[in-house]
Protein backbone atom coordinates (compact mmCIF):
# COMPACT_ATOMS: atom_id res chain seq x y z
CA UNK A 1 0.00 0.00 0.00
CA UNK A 2 2.84 2.07 0.63
CA UNK A 3 4.78 1.65 -2.78
CA UNK A 4 1.96 3.72 -4.94
CA UNK A 5 2.92 6.81 -2.60
CA UNK A 6 6.48 6.34 -2.63
CA UNK A 7 6.33 5.50 -6.52
CA UNK A 8 4.31 9.05 -7.33
CA UNK A 9 6.81 10.69 -5.18
CA UNK A 10 9.76 9.34 -7.23
CA UNK A 11 8.13 9.83 -10.46
CA UNK A 12 7.24 13.76 -9.28
CA UNK A 13 11.05 14.37 -7.85
CA UNK A 14 12.45 12.79 -11.17
CA UNK A 15 9.69 15.43 -13.28
CA UNK A 16 10.36 18.30 -11.08
CA UNK A 17 14.18 17.45 -11.36
CA UNK A 18 13.83 17.83 -15.34
CA UNK A 19 12.68 21.37 -14.85
CA UNK A 20 15.77 23.09 -14.20
CA UNK A 21 16.81 25.19 -16.51
CA UNK A 22 20.46 24.58 -16.07
CA UNK A 23 22.77 22.10 -14.37
CA UNK A 24 24.22 22.25 -10.85
CA UNK A 25 27.32 22.76 -12.44
CA UNK A 26 26.09 26.03 -14.73
CA UNK A 27 24.43 27.31 -11.68
CA UNK A 28 27.90 27.29 -9.43
CA UNK A 29 29.81 28.67 -11.93
CA UNK A 30 27.52 31.66 -12.62
CA UNK A 31 28.87 32.38 -16.40
CA UNK A 32 25.66 34.75 -17.04
CA UNK A 33 27.34 35.94 -20.17
CA UNK A 34 27.87 32.36 -21.30
CA UNK A 35 24.69 31.20 -20.17
CA UNK A 36 23.29 33.95 -22.36
CA UNK A 37 25.27 33.37 -25.33
CA UNK A 38 23.98 29.73 -24.99
CA UNK A 39 20.21 30.52 -24.68
CA UNK A 40 20.36 33.65 -27.87
CA UNK A 41 21.91 30.65 -29.84
CA UNK A 42 18.92 28.45 -28.76
CA UNK A 43 16.89 31.78 -29.65
CA UNK A 44 15.55 31.73 -26.32
CA UNK A 45 13.03 34.98 -25.17
CA UNK A 46 14.85 37.12 -21.94
CA UNK A 47 12.78 36.19 -19.33
CA UNK A 48 14.96 32.57 -19.57
CA UNK A 49 17.13 34.76 -17.57
CA UNK A 50 14.38 34.76 -14.55
CA UNK A 51 13.92 31.34 -15.05
CA UNK A 52 17.08 30.47 -14.70
CA UNK A 53 18.19 32.49 -11.84
CA UNK A 54 14.90 31.35 -9.94
CA UNK A 55 15.81 27.54 -10.73
CA UNK A 56 19.66 28.45 -9.01
CA UNK A 57 18.08 30.12 -6.57
CA UNK A 58 20.67 33.47 -7.05
CA UNK A 59 20.26 37.04 -6.79
CA UNK A 60 18.67 38.65 -9.97
CA UNK A 61 21.07 41.50 -9.81
CA UNK A 62 20.85 43.90 -12.25
CA UNK A 63 24.79 43.10 -13.19
CA UNK A 64 24.34 39.72 -13.77
CA UNK A 65 21.04 40.40 -16.15
CA UNK A 66 23.28 42.19 -17.67
CA UNK A 67 26.04 40.18 -18.14
CA UNK A 68 23.48 37.71 -19.89
CA UNK A 69 21.56 40.01 -21.84
CA UNK A 70 25.52 40.56 -23.31
CA UNK A 71 25.69 37.13 -23.73
CA UNK A 72 22.28 36.72 -25.39
CA UNK A 73 22.67 39.18 -27.89
CA UNK A 74 25.73 37.70 -28.65
CA UNK A 75 24.69 34.69 -29.48
CA UNK A 76 21.35 35.55 -31.06
CA UNK A 77 23.85 36.99 -34.17
CA UNK A 78 23.90 32.90 -34.83
CA UNK A 79 20.62 32.45 -34.21
CA UNK A 80 18.78 35.03 -36.24
CA UNK A 81 20.63 33.80 -39.84
CA UNK A 82 18.50 32.71 -42.90
CA UNK A 83 20.08 29.02 -42.84
CA UNK A 84 19.10 28.84 -38.65
CA UNK A 85 15.61 29.94 -39.82
CA UNK A 86 15.16 27.06 -42.30
CA UNK A 87 16.32 24.97 -40.08
CA UNK A 88 14.07 25.41 -37.53
CA UNK A 89 11.06 26.03 -39.63
CA UNK A 90 11.97 22.28 -41.21
CA UNK A 91 12.18 20.75 -37.77
CA UNK A 92 8.51 22.21 -36.94
CA UNK A 93 10.07 24.54 -34.07
CA UNK A 94 8.08 27.69 -32.65
CA UNK A 95 9.77 30.85 -33.53
CA UNK A 96 9.51 33.56 -30.39
CA UNK A 97 10.02 36.65 -32.24
CA UNK A 98 13.44 36.86 -30.68
CA UNK A 99 15.47 38.80 -33.69
CA UNK A 100 16.27 41.92 -33.28
CA UNK A 101 16.15 44.42 -36.27
CA UNK A 102 17.05 43.51 -39.89
CA UNK A 103 18.19 40.02 -38.47
CA UNK A 104 14.22 39.03 -38.22
CA UNK A 105 13.54 39.27 -41.79
CA UNK A 106 16.60 37.09 -42.81
CA UNK A 107 15.19 34.22 -39.83
CA UNK A 108 11.73 34.52 -41.24
CA UNK A 109 12.72 33.74 -45.16
CA UNK A 110 14.60 30.83 -43.95
CA UNK A 111 11.71 30.45 -41.20
CA UNK A 112 8.62 30.38 -43.15
CA UNK A 113 10.66 27.93 -46.08
CA UNK A 114 11.68 25.51 -43.78
CA UNK A 115 7.89 25.75 -42.39
CA UNK A 116 6.37 25.48 -45.63
CA UNK A 117 8.53 21.94 -46.40
CA UNK A 118 7.65 20.78 -42.32
CA UNK A 119 4.19 21.19 -43.25
CA UNK A 120 4.26 19.69 -46.88
CA UNK A 121 6.17 16.79 -45.32
CA UNK A 122 3.39 15.95 -42.65
CA UNK A 123 0.51 16.04 -45.32
CA UNK A 124 2.54 13.84 -47.08
CA UNK A 125 3.14 11.50 -43.94
CA UNK A 126 -0.55 11.69 -43.48
CA UNK A 127 -1.65 11.12 -47.01
CA UNK A 128 0.97 7.92 -46.82
CA UNK A 129 -0.63 6.93 -43.77
CA UNK A 130 -4.22 7.24 -45.31
CA UNK A 131 -3.36 4.83 -48.40
CA UNK A 132 -2.20 2.26 -46.08
CA UNK A 133 -5.19 2.42 -44.20
CA UNK A 134 -7.52 2.44 -47.52
CA UNK A 135 -5.47 -0.59 -49.02
CA UNK A 136 -6.21 -2.34 -45.33
CA UNK A 137 -10.09 -1.52 -45.83
CA UNK A 138 -9.13 -2.97 -49.42
CA UNK A 139 -8.39 -6.30 -48.46
CA UNK A 140 -11.28 -6.83 -45.82
CA UNK A 141 -13.88 -5.70 -48.23
CA UNK A 142 -16.80 -7.59 -49.05
CA UNK A 143 -18.31 -6.15 -52.17
CA UNK A 144 -17.04 -5.37 -55.90
CA UNK A 145 -18.85 -1.64 -54.98
CA UNK A 146 -16.69 -1.30 -52.15
CA UNK A 147 -13.51 -2.64 -53.36
CA UNK A 148 -14.18 0.20 -56.53
CA UNK A 149 -14.34 3.03 -54.06
CA UNK A 150 -12.04 1.91 -52.28
CA UNK A 151 -9.58 1.79 -55.21
CA UNK A 152 -10.66 5.51 -56.71
CA UNK A 153 -9.71 6.10 -53.10
CA UNK A 154 -6.41 4.61 -53.20
CA UNK A 155 -5.24 6.11 -56.83
CA UNK A 156 -6.47 9.63 -55.47
CA UNK A 157 -4.16 9.10 -52.45
CA UNK A 158 -1.81 8.10 -55.04
CA UNK A 159 -1.90 11.13 -57.26
CA UNK A 160 -1.95 13.55 -53.91
CA UNK A 161 1.25 11.88 -52.43
CA UNK A 162 3.14 12.02 -55.77
CA UNK A 163 1.97 15.50 -56.12
CA UNK A 164 2.94 16.63 -52.47
CA UNK A 165 6.66 14.58 -53.15
CA UNK A 166 7.28 16.98 -56.06
CA UNK A 167 6.28 20.00 -53.74
CA UNK A 168 8.75 18.72 -51.28
CA UNK A 169 11.47 18.54 -53.75
CA UNK A 170 10.71 22.01 -55.47
CA UNK A 171 10.78 23.17 -51.50
CA UNK A 172 14.20 21.82 -50.79
CA UNK A 173 15.47 22.54 -54.14
CA UNK A 174 14.53 26.47 -53.11
CA UNK A 175 16.15 25.69 -49.56
CA UNK A 176 19.67 24.95 -51.45
CA UNK A 177 19.69 27.86 -53.39
CA UNK A 178 18.79 29.97 -50.37
CA UNK A 179 21.57 28.26 -48.21
CA UNK A 180 24.16 29.07 -51.19
CA UNK A 181 23.51 32.42 -51.47
CA UNK A 182 23.86 33.09 -47.92
CA UNK A 183 26.99 31.29 -47.63
CA UNK A 184 28.16 33.63 -50.66
CA UNK A 185 26.91 36.42 -48.55
CA UNK A 186 28.26 35.03 -45.45
CA UNK A 187 25.20 35.58 -43.58
CA UNK A 188 24.95 31.94 -41.80
Known amino acids: MLRTPIIVLSV ?3 GLAGCATLSTDECSTGDWHQIGKLDGNDGRTPDRFTHHAKACKLDRSEASRALYISGREEGLK ?7 GYREGALGQAYGDVCPGGSAAS ?3 GYELGRRLFQTESRSSTTLDSYHAVT ?3 LRAETEAERTQLRQEQARLEAENARLKQ ?20 KL
Open 136 to 138: QQL
Open 12 to 14: LSL
Open 167 to 186: EVQTLRAQADAMIASARRQK
Open 78 to 84: SYCTTVR
Open 107 to 109: FMQ
